[in-house]
């Protein structure tokens, strides 16, 4: 079950890193960009009422972050040792008022159970403990593929080349590997469209690499600064490798 925890300072100067500790658990989930934005605002929100209202003026305060990964779901805890909170005294911020009659407050509590499939509260001993809970659609096997592409990458041949790469990123594979050892021609036509590939992709924290170029089309890469855009690998095993090495 993979897991993460840490501390940080109670201050916002902070936020940036709680971000990118909670950017570490929606990646190990392969979570959507919007998924993933969700969890991020979220957990912003409440270390950002932690922050200024369970420790107001205290200096030195801490914030526990941990997260765990079971069973597609994400859970996030947040532990304080400010001023109790008690959720059910923040009214709920009615979104339909004027401009004249809207109020700001409560905002951050309605974002959190806006985002997040659960959110509750407990104090205990520890202090205030915060938990946040994301559903997610787990990985599969159907999910890593590996494709053999040959011919002609050009404005003719490059869709039906690559036809079955984008129906199965669409259908919901997520690492993608391409043996390009029996391509013999790329054009600008077919790095457009294993861009379009790597885009919708990467949108959903996936991964391509793209194995064992012949020379001629490697040096079309280099020329176009899209080695650069791309995962090269001169053989699977390299490949493999390092997908093992991220614990994909």
Known sequence: MPHAHTTF????DALVQISTFVNTATHHCKMSEREAWHVQLAVDEAATN???HAYGEQANGTLALAWNIDAGVLTITLTDTGSPFEPETIPQP????TFEDRQAGGLGIYLMNKLMDEVSYRFTADGNELTLRKRFAEATAVDVQHFTIEGRLDARGTAVALEPVSAAVTAGARTVL????????????GLRSLLMIRRELNAHQGTLMLIALQP????????????QVFELFDTNDAAHLALRERGE
């Open 9 to 12: 300072p109670a201050s916002l």
């Open 50 to 52: 932690i922050i200024q």
């Open 94 to 97: 009615d979104i339909h008022s």
């Open 178 to 189: 391409l043996d390009m050892h029996k391509v013999s021609f790329l054009s600008s036509s």
């Open 216 to 227: 001629h089309v490697e040096e079309v890469f280099t020329m176009t600064g899209f080695s």
